[in-house]
């Protein structure tokens, strides 16, 4: 397994223009999270898939973005009529939620870092 | 609502030296405790994580961290750093049960000089 992968690693692109990123997840894992991190600050949490169900949304995530896991494996994240203030990486993450409950490891992508122009 | 406080944004060392990153987390509930590792344009890398038991985790590369309940922290050490461990740290918390969001501090950049 090569780990979580995202697609693509760059964007540019003009302010008001739809931009779609896809994450794709290690493929046992069924859980599957978005964060975004701008220039000197930790990640921040966006929202959360367990398998095609999104079970938590932050408050960050205006009306301008979705996201969706359709079949609970691949994830896609859309920001519609982009703004030069959603500049960031974009990160996807995934882990396992085994039958113990307990918390497990989230694993990390590369990141998609978007710049709107 | 959780938060994590990473007191120093940046940490010069030199090669060999020991070096201690602090993070400080606030929580009304129960814990668990992550430090990640970001090298240039990488993703993030799980470092060390407490989840429970014994209150001192270790890394395959030499960090340790130690979870301190009473003084709501979890600062990251190594006894002696190479170049190859400059990167950028990040404290991360999350609770248990409920939310499985991760909450991040800001990130410490260690730089390791010659």
């Known amino acids: 397994d090569t780990g979580v992968s995202q697609d693509p690693r760059h964007k540019i692109t003009k302010r008001g223009q739809n931009v779609t990123f896809r994450c794709d997840p290690i493929s046992e894992h069924n859980r599957l999270y978005w964060y975004r991190q701008t220039l000197g600050q930790g990640p921040e949490f966006l929202t959360y898939f367990q398998n095609e169900a999104q079970l938590e949304k932050s408050r960050l995530l205006s009306d301008r973005f979705s996201a969706e896991r359709p079949k609970g494996s691949f994830s896609t994240l859309e920001i519609q009529r982009t703004e030069q203030g959603d500049s960031a990486m974009y990160l996807c993450?995934?882990?396992?939620?085994?039958?113990?409950?307990?918390?497990?490891?989230?694993?990390f992508g590369p990141g998609t870092r978007l710049l709107v122009l | 609502a959780q938060s994590v406080t990473q007191l120093d944004s940046q940490v010069p060392v030199f090669e060999e030296a020991p070096v201690e990153l602090r993070c400080n987390y606030s929580s009304s509930v129960s814990v668990y405790l992550f430090w990640y590792v970001q090298y240039p344009n990488q993703g993030l890398q799980l470092l060390l994580k407490?989840?429970?038991?014994?209150?001192l985790v270790e890394s395959i590369n030499g960090f340790e961290a130690e979870f301190n309940k009473s003084q709501t922290s979890f600062h990251l050490r190594k006894p002696s750093v190479h170049i190859s461990d400059t990167a950028e740290y990040f404290c991360?918390?999350?609770?248990?049960?409920?939310?499985?969001?991760?909450?991040f501090g800001k990130g410490t950049k260690l730089t390791v000089n010659p």
């Open positions: 993450a995934s882990s396992l939620l085994g039958t113990s409950g307990d918390q497990e490891t989230q694993y």
């Open positions: 991360a918390v999350t609770t248990f049960p409920g939310s499985e969001k991760l909450v």
């Open positions: 407490y989840l429970s038991g014994s209150t």
